[in-house]
């Protein structure tokens, strides 16, 4: 099992759609997960982190299941800003460096 | 000014070239680390340092290497630079890893 696994996508979505994408890791006790979106070309930029079960800010929902092992990412009233590359991160076994997935396009259109 | 600021922002060089990629912060932060993107690929791990004396290979060190000047600068050197090298190179700079990384606006290569 990959340490992070994101699908690919692209997610093709109408303006106003809700959006949820899911990422699974294999460390079992990490204790933090993140969400970076990174737009063409451009660094990756912080997005929300989790500690807990969850986080959410204005549109934008995380939730961990940690039985499982999987983080989701919700984004509700999709606007044209938010087409971006997501990205799932969790630190490594030993919490000296995080782990990126490959990332989940998502293009928002008119 | 960035806390993190990667020189050059672009760059072509020619195959056998050496090149060194610059990455400084002022963050204040103990770790940093050296990054390459490729499409499809993600983002894999060059090197990183969590002190001057610290350096640390990654899953891809082969054909760089790295020096931490300072704690506030650490830098990413191709000796001979071969055209699969060519990539977007980002520097990330944290206290804490639990509490993510911040980026450099990266380096684009290419080397023909």
């Known amino acids: 099992r990959k340490e992070v696994e994101q699908d690919p996508g692209p997610f093709n979505v109408p303006e106003g759609a809700t959006v949820a994408f899911n990422c699974t890791y294999s460390n079992s006790a990490s204790q933090s997960f993140f969400w970076y979106r990174q737009d063409c070309r451009k660094e990756p930029k912080l997005l929300m982190s989790?500690?807990?079960s969850g986080n959410e800010d204005g549109r934008f929902t995380a939730q961990l299941n940690r039985a499982s092992q999987y983080i989701s990412l919700l984004i509700r009233d999709s606007k044209l800003s938010d087409s971006a590359t997501y990205l799932c991160v969790v630190p490594s076994y030993n919490t000296d460096k995080l782990i990126f997935g490959t990332g989940t396009r998502l293009q928002v259109f008119p | 000014d960035a806390d993190v600021t990667q020189t050059p922002r672009n760059r072509i060089t020619k195959t056998g070239k050496r090149i060194m990629l610059e990455c400084s912060q002022t963050?204040?932060?103990?770790?940093m680390y050296w990054y390459r993107q490729d499409p499809g690929l993600g983002l894999r791990l060059i090197y990183y340092?969590?002190?001057?004396?610290?350096?640390n290979k990654g899953e891809i060190s082969d054909g760089y290497s790295v020096s931490r000047q300072a704690q506030a600068k650490f830098s990413l050197s191709l000796e001979s630079a071969i055209p699969n090298q060519t990539a977007l190179y980002f520097c990330?700079?944290?206290?804490?890893?639990?509490?993510?990384?911040?980026f450099g606006s990266g380096t684009r290569l290419t080397v023909v």
């Open positions: 340092s969590f002190d001057v004396k610290d350096i």
């Open positions: 963050k204040g932060h103990d770790r």
């Open positions: 989790v500690y807990s």
């Open positions: 990330a700079t944290t206290q804490i890893t639990n509490y993510g990384y911040t």
